[in-house]
């Protein structure tokens, strides 16, 4: 029962999950606020770009319809999965970009210089994106999946996963600091 929940949790989130790691790897280049400030400090900061933004997104959508090619195996193993529509995929994935932008927004709102952590925002606000934007393009979908166990488990184990990819970017040096 707890393991259905977090292989639905997990299976669930990979394509939200996979965008902001590829975005580290394909960032830099043009700044999606252009170097523009609100009230003297950048919209968005030059952690946002286009790049990183669009590899990521499309990488999220990848993993979705990869996942969904896995999808007979997987049930034949006795799994219990749904495939992922392609609203669902789009949504997962653009939404996790979305909800990490605007943590950025509120951010530099905040005054907090670009890569400052903002624990438990900077952990979750992809989260949030991903659910809400999936939400918005895949209504059915979402509602059948996210589940409040698999909402619960999602909350408690993002952060965990999070931070461990991120140290292991850091360790890497792909990322500039370890959260
Ligand atoms: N990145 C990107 N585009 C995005 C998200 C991330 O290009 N939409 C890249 C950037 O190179 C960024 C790196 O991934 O520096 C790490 O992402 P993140 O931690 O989200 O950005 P920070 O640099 O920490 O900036 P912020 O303070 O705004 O979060
Ligand atoms: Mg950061």
Known sequence: MII???ATAVWTMLPAYVPNNVAVL???GAPID???TLGGRRILGDGKTWRGTGVGTLAGVVVAFGLNGMLPTLTEM???LEPFSLGAAI???SGAMLGDIAA???KR???RQRGVPLPVIDQLDFVVGAISCA???APRWTIETFTLPVVIAVLILTPVLHLGTNAGAYVLGFKKEPY
Request: a positive charge; proline letters at 0%; glycine letters at 34%.
């Open 78 to 80: 006795g799994a219990r």
């Open 34 to 36: 252009g170097g523009r």
């Open 109 to 111: 709102r905040s005054g």
């Open 4 to 6: 259905e929940v977090v």
């Open 104 to 106: 950025s927004f509120i």
């Open 91 to 93: 949504g997962l994935a």
């Open 26 to 28: 394909a960032g830099g």
């Open 135 to 137: 939400g918005i393009l």
